[in-house]
């Protein structure tokens, strides 16, 4: 049971089929209710059927009826609510109080955000600021854990695999562009688009990770949000390959040398945003935390198909 303390016997409840003027009469003759959010409706029986936030009766006619007026979704807790369930309901809904209804559905109280606020503020922000800092590390490739760990060499060897995967990628990426040495020597304004070329797809990339991962940790798997969007960060990639294109335009006499930019940027971009979508997903399937693995290995398969891609395209169009 709710404690008396935060449960608050200042609500206002009337009839379904009152009209407006009578709620607003009786609002004005029930004492103790200087602040007051919602107008709470109940059928002839007593139970809780709707609810009416005060600016939406006010604003209404005198003559209608708060039936129309209504909402019948209504949020409401048990009494025997604990105060875990309350604070989860404040933080989910974000409405500034919610009713509470006994066992047959008849209104006791409500809970207002200020009387719980009031008492669980610190606690609730610990909460919070622990879930933020727990997704932040998990994200950039920290186990949840580790601001508790003292060792170290322990430290070292958690964080060192996942380092392995970064310098594979560009061992790869590296012996990609000794392929291409040649080409790179005949046109200098090749290596001097690398760097740009490559951040396209690796922010992308990211972005389209991090929205899995979120996904992931809300436990829930919306797949037509997933292809809105990889299909928003590919347009996004086009967008930018069509200016970097034109920035490449400017660099080179060659008319084939923005195009093989656009090409390499529109491939790799979505490539990007694809593997982002896909290797979260993927990686939890196998109990691999996707946080930990997956933004690694995006990073160096787009990059390193991103610099075979835009060399190929330079040694037969441009070079």
Request: aromatic share 10%.
């Amino acid at each position: 049971m709710l404690r008396s303390d935060r449960l608050s016997r200042d609500f206002v409840s009337v009839g379904a089929e009152d009209t407006v003027a009578q709620a607003l009469e009786k609002i004005r003759g029930t004492p103790g209710t200087n602040e007051i959010f919602y107008c709470y409706a109940c059928d002839p029986a007593g139970r809780l059927v709707g609810v009416v936030p005060i600016r939406k009766l006010i604003r209404a006619a005198p003559d209608e009826r708060i039936s129309s007026l209504m909402f019948t979704r209504v949020v409401k807790l048990p009494a025997n609510a604990p105060d875990s369930l309350v604070e989860d309901f404040f933080v989910t809904y974000r409405f500034l109080a919610f009713p509470v209804v006994d066992t047959e559905g008849l209104i006791v109280g409500v809970v207002e955000v200020g009387n719980f606020f009031d008492t669980f503020s610190d606690t609730l922000y610990d909460e919070v600021e622990g879930r933020v800092r727990d997704e932040v590390f998990r994200f950039v490739g920290l186990p949840e854990d580790e601001m508790k760990e003292t060792r170290p060499l322990h430290m070292a060897l958690r964080r060192f695999p996942w380092l392995l995967v970064n310098i594979g990628g560009g061992f790869l990426a590296a012996t990609v562009s000794r392929l291409f040495e040649q080409t790179v020597e005949r046109l200098v304004v090749v290596a001097a688009f690398i760097p740009m070329v490559l951040v396209l797809s690796e922010s992308l990339g990211v972005q389209t990770t991090a929205v899995a991962s979120s996904m992931l940790a809300d436990q829930r798997v919306d797949a037509p949000q997933m292809r809105r969007e990889v299909l928003g960060t590919c347009l996004a990639g086009v967008m930018a390959a069509v200016v970097v294109a034109f920035l490449g335009r400017i660099y080179s006499p060659h008319l084939a040398f923005p195009f093989v930019l656009f090409v390499a940027i529109t491939v790799s971009t979505s490539l990007a945003a694809s593997l982002g979508a896909v290797l979260p997903f993927l990686f939890h399937r196998f109990r691999v935390d996707p946080h930990l693995a997956s933004a690694p290995l995006v990073l160096a398969i787009s990059d390193n198909v991103t610099l075979f891609t835009y060399f190929t395209l330079v040694t037969y169009l441009v070079a």
